[in-house]
């Protein structure tokens, strides 16, 4: 037992030592720590640390109900409220076809994001740095292209949601512009001081926005009875609106998931993260959704009468979109009414500050000479970026909402398929193969690891050394062309406001369903051929 527990300690002071290594000596300038803004900042709680994982020493969090609250917060906001409204209104479902669209595909799609997070906690690897053992050093720069422009496009439409509500309470005294700057520099400061702040930030904002909800559903809740039956939903509908919520929304999170896990403890609980994380990610979006369901089908149900009041929300939303909907909503409650109003539309700086933390580390990936930016610097190139974009874009918002959440779930889609096909087919295949092959050898299995020690086996799965070595790592050839070859069926399957593929035209948009099973097969067969010819993963 001692040799064993000897073997381990070496492994992991040696591996903890690689990385170390290459996160000093290899990538960063000795003036990086001398730097005195970077010391000052420091010392103030900023984090600096960017792509370069975190060793199992500095590993230490075991606080998982911090994860709850930071998933729970990032969507308990009007974006997730908007999204709820796409069914009545893109599609013309009614609050109960909408509702079990939202639950039961919300339910299926939190699982990945919700698995990824476990692994920050076992290999302290961001999301994008593990990715590198599936597409390569070279071959994940495209992916991280693929997630800079959707993370980069949800802080837009978070920013112009924002910057609209808190425009609708001003009475035409402050521009949806003059909002949008206002929702987004808040978002900067809170993802500048980085993990420990951002983290505390999410876990006390979300009460007032709840209670917002709360208030808001006591107003207009009264309301929901008068709602009409709607016309009985076809299969293509459910479909293309559960593509809208499932894939081009809460899958979108699973590129990013384990970025908030890297500080836990790599012997802790991953059943605790992924419960917390689960439960994070799908109280908030299904109840907001719904929510959002349902006042948007009480708004635009055509037997209202032109005097009633639900007739009001439904001209707000016309000229104030979701915004000005919900500030009606609220209007009863008088300046307390404006108050929630407020605050509401400052819930979208949690879920755009979280973006634009990941975002910064995935503009170092995507071009890894900027390993040596401190990683507080990017919060405020990607401000530069959203900024003048959500300004441009903040009139023509619904049609750049449905598009959007429309096209990004294909490629996530296949992204989750490469990941989880290299982990368990390739990966644990492979050390299950040393390990058996290694105890026919020799009688003595006290020399080898412990299958027990879950930590120990993961940096077996993907050695932290390999993690800035392209030499060590995939050549990314197999992944790419996976993702590629799915789209020759994918673009058949979706089913958007501009192009309907002829498979769509039956069943509704499957392009995400397409784009997992596909990329998954066509990732398996290449690459056991890449393998198979290279001799090694």
Not at 93 to 122: D, H, Q
Not at 393 to 404: C, R
Not at 427 to 448: A, E, G, M, V
């Amino acid at each position: 037992m001692s040799v064993e527990k000897s073997r381990n300690d070496d492994l992991e002071k040696r591996e903890s030592l690689d990385i170390s290594q290459g996160e000093v000596g290899e990538t960063l300038p000795p003036t990086y720590f001398s730097n005195s803004l970077t010391k000052r900042l420091l010392s103030w709680g900023v984090e600096s640390r960017g792509i370069s994982p975190v060793p199992p020493s500095q590993r230490t969090d075991t606080s998982y109900y911090k994860l709850f609250f930071l998933w729970f917060t990032i969507n308990l906001n009007i974006l997730s409220f908007s999204a709820g409204t796409l069914g009545p209104v893109a599609y013309g479902l009614g609050i109960r076809e909408s509702c079990l669209v939202i639950f039961f595909f919300n339910g299926l799609c939190c699982v990945p994001p919700a698995y990824f997070a476990t692994w920050g906690s076992k290999l302290g690897m961001r999301q994008m740095v593990q990715a590198r053992y599936s597409f390569g050093y070279y071959g994940v720069i495209l992916v991280c292209i693929l997630n800079l422009i959707t993370m980069i496009g949800f802080c837009i439409l978070n920013a112009i949601l924002g910057g609209q509500t808190l425009a609708s309470v001003a009475n035409g005294n402050l521009t949806w512009n003059a909002g949008i700057v206002i929702v987004v520099v808040i978002s900067l400061t809170i993802s500048f001081c980085g993990y420990s702040i951002l983290t505390w930030y999410e876990r006390i904002v979300w009460f007032p926005v709840l209670i917002v909800y709360l208030v808001s559903l006591g107003l207009g809740g009264k309301y929901l009875n008068d709602i009409p039956a709607s016309e009985p939903a076809t299969v293509s509908t459910i479909l293309s609106y559960a593509s809208t919520i499932g894939g081009g929304f809460v899958l979108t999170y699973s590129p990013l998931a384990s970025d908030y896990t890297i500080y836990f403890k790599p012997s802790g609980s991953s059943s605790k993260i992924f419960i917390y994380t689960y439960l994070g990610l799908f109280t908030s979006l299904v109840s907001v959704q719904c929510l959002g369901a349902a006042f948007a089908a009480v708004a635009l149900s055509p037997s209202l009468p032109s005097n009633s009041v639900p007739a009001s929300w439904a001209q707000s939303y016309s000229s104030l979109s979701v915004g000005g909907l919900l500030h009606t909503i609220l209007s009863p409650a008088g300046h307390f009414g404006d108050f929630l109003t407020v605050l509401l539309s400052l819930s979208v700086a949690g879920n755009i500050a979280v973006s634009f933390y990941s975002i910064g580390l995935n503009m170092q990936l995507a071009l890894p000479a900027l390993i040596v930016v401190p990683r507080y610097v990017f919060s405020i190139i990607t401000t530069a970026i959203v900024l003048p974009l959500a300004i441009v874009g903040s009139h023509t918002f619904y049609d750049a909402l449905e598009d959007f959440l429309g096209l990004i779930g294909y490629w996530c889609s296949a992204f989750i398929a490469v990941i989880l096909v290299e982990h368990f087919v390739f990966r644990k295949h492979s050390y299950s193969q040393w390990t058996l092959s290694n105890f026919i050898r020799t009688p003595f299995r006290n020399s080898f690891p412990d299958d027990h020690n879950e930590s120990t086996i993961w940096m077996l799965y993907y050695p932290p050394s390999h993690w800035n070595n392209a030499s060590l790592l995939p050549s990314g050839i197999s992944a790419i062309l996976a993702g590629i070859i799915s789209f020759g069926l994918v673009v058949p399957s979706m089913s958007q406001i501009w192009f309907t593929g002829p498979i769509a035209t039956k069943t509704g948009d499957i392009g995400f369903e397409v784009a997992f099973v596909l990329a998954g097969l066509v990732y398996m067969g290449l690459r056991g051929v890449e393998v198979y010819w290279r001799g090694k993963l």
